[in-house]
């Protein structure tokens, strides 16, 4: 990775309009693993060490972390997690079609992590929504059932963004699904 490397990751889908007609949208996609898509110039890179960093090139810190380092010993930023639990699913939707739109989605997830981890570095717990996905695919309502973060809008944010998500569409019923996420710093 050098200063001229480019990432084009985009993703698109189908969706029913309102008046019946179909229109194509993007879908954001995750960045790499380590990388920072919102940095200015310059601030992502590799060093000669072959760690990805942020700040200065990069190659000065150690491993995931801003500013200088001292070689490999030094403990830089935390790399936050985002894991799913198990889901309840009520209907006809099946479980693994659910995780993996749920899983395709989970970079905004992060997103609203992070914004509370600006707030609250040490911010960890559960955020479990319960989502009621109609026969056409469309999430009616997200709600959360559970939020054990000190920061409420990290799970109204959620919630905001699940209502968004859209489901395969040829279900014969409603389906209800309560789905959980752990989050941790790193």
Known sequence: ????????????RRERQPDGTLRTVQIPVESPFGVDMNAGEGSIGLGSTGLIGKG???GTGSGYGRGAGAGFGGRGTRVPT???AKAEVM?????EVIRRVVRAHVGEVRA???QGLQRDPNLKGRVT?????????EVSSASVVEDTLTENSVAACIAAAARRWRFPGDAPNVATVR???????G
């Open 112 to 114: 609203c992590y992070e």
């Open 82 to 84: 985002v894991r799913q």
């Open 91 to 95: 209907g006809s939707l099946d479980k």
């Open 1 to 12: 990775m050098t200063a001229y490397t480019a990432f084009v990751a985009v993703d698109e």
């Open 179 to 185: 789905y959980p996420f752990v989050l941790e710093p």
């Open 56 to 58: 200065g090139g990069g």
């Open 129 to 137: 929504l319960d989502l009621r996905i109609e026969t056409s695919g």
